[in-house]
């Protein structure tokens, strides 16, 4: 698959998951709506998780000339929704909450700061 098309898939993921994320930490939580907007809000992150890893480094040093920095992220949004659904599942509310801020942060907010820096595609996209 081309690295075009990786990155519209990726957009089609990662949007409406910071959307979507973005709504869960400022609603309320625990109600039937928080928990179905979470288990969409998963599957999109997991979805954005596996596509970015399929997606070469454009900037800094890359480990087999395919991976570089960013992927530690891709790889932390891999590993911390199973454990936030998990803890959801179980009732373990501050174990979620905190799996679930850091996917936020670590999974879709830092990675966008990244995203839109010079010689990144997304900022080309936006400021060129």
Known sequence: ????????????????????????????KGTAHHRGLG????????????????????????????????HALSVLTLVSVPPAWMAARRRQILRHRLFMIGLYVGGLLVPGVFALMPGRTLHGWLFA
Do not use: C
């Open 1 to 28: 698959m081309s690295y075009l098309a990786l990155t519209y898939l990726h957009l089609l993921t990662v949007v409406p998951a910071l959307l979507i994320g973005s709504a869960l930490m400022l609603r309320r």
């Open 39 to 70: 288990r969409i809000f998963l599957v999109l992150m997991m979805g954005t998780g596996v596509l970015t890893l399929f997606m070469p480094a454009e900037l800094g040093p890359r480990l087999l000339d395919h991976f570089g920095t960013i």
